[in-house]
Each structure stands twice: as C-alpha cells, then as structure tokens.
C-alpha cells in the first residue's frame, strides 16, 4: 500500500492553479530549467577534469606548501622565510590552477581572483626589477586587474552560455 506522502500530488508554488492544470500532452515547463537544459549552460556535478587525469598533482602541491609553511617556522630565519615564501607560492599556484581550470570551463566565475593574480604579478614585477616606483607600479597593477577582469569575465560568459556568474550552492 502506497504511504500518504506516495498518494499525495505534488502542488507547484505560484502557479495559481490545481496541480493538474497544465494540458496533458505538454508538460509544465519552469525557465530555469530550460536555462539550465541547453547544452552551453549545462553545470557537472562537481569541477572540470584536471588535463593529468586522476593524479592528484594538485593535492601533493598542497601537501607539500603545507610541509614547507610549518618547517619555515621551526628553521633558522634566512631558510626559513625562504620555506615560508615558497610555501605560500606553492599554496597559491594550486589554488589558481583550479581557479583557472573552472574559469575557463564555465563552471564558477573566479574573475576577481584571476585579475587579482595577474594584477599583483604586474605590481611585483615592476617594483623588484626597479622599472618603475611603488606609485607608478600600482597604477599598472590597477590597470592590468582591470583589463584581464573584462577579458576574464567576457571569456566565462562565453564559455556558460551567457551567465556572468554562478553561485556555488545554485541549482
């Protein structure tokens, strides 16, 4: 025997009528849904592949970030901001190869984070190579994360179907 909740018909919410309102031969249809059936707005349940396959390369980086960071700690100070440095570059350098890889595969806008990198890489590479003073550097790192955050955004709304971003705990 079937249970009450088995037996009882599903209402949809706002639609006004009785559950059974929609013609028989066409199913109700919701504009999200169809959003999301379109084969350039279709999400994966969970990020892009890496292109190395299932090696966890991305993982032992971290592992290895995490290693450096807590014996940058416990060594003498000249090899031990050295192994603090590195580090933080490896930690970073794993974060931005996922940040990258669902960027350009459409599955969460990271944007911000992406021009913030390149941004900050433009300010770094000009003030240690002298190029330029600290004033004029940040200009150019303001400059740069404004126009790689309008290439990276324009290149994920191609690659979503349209969709500038996307939340994580979305449909």
Do not use: C, N
Not at 1 to 27: T, Y
Not at 101 to 111: D, V
Not at 149 to 168: E, Y
């Amino acid at each position: 025997m079937a249970s009450k909740r088995q037996r009882r018909k599903r209402r949809r919410r706002g639609d006004g009528g009785s559950a059974g309102s929609a013609p028989p031969d066409r199913p109700a249809q919701d504009p999200a849904a169809a959003v999301e059936a379109t084969p350039s707005a279709r999400r994966t349940d969970g990020p892009p592949p890496a292109p190395w396959g299932s090696f966890p390369l991305s993982e032992l980086v971290v592992v290895v970030a995490i290693v450096f960071l807590v014996a940058g700690f416990f060594v003498a100070p000249p090899r031990g901001a050295v192994m603090i440095g590195a580090g933080l570059v490896l930690g970073s350098l794993a974060g931005l190869e996922l940040a990258v890889r669902e960027h350009f595969a459409g599955y969460r806008s990271h944007t911000l984070l992406l021009a913030g990198a390149v941004g900050v890489a433009v300010v770094a590479a000009l003030y240690v190579s002298g190029a330029a003073v600290a004033g004029v550097a940040l200009l150019a790192g303001i400059a740069a994360f404004g126009g790689f955050g309008w290439l990276l955004a324009s290149a994920f709304r191609r690659r979503s179907g349209g969709a500038l971003f996307r939340f994580k705990g979305g449909p």
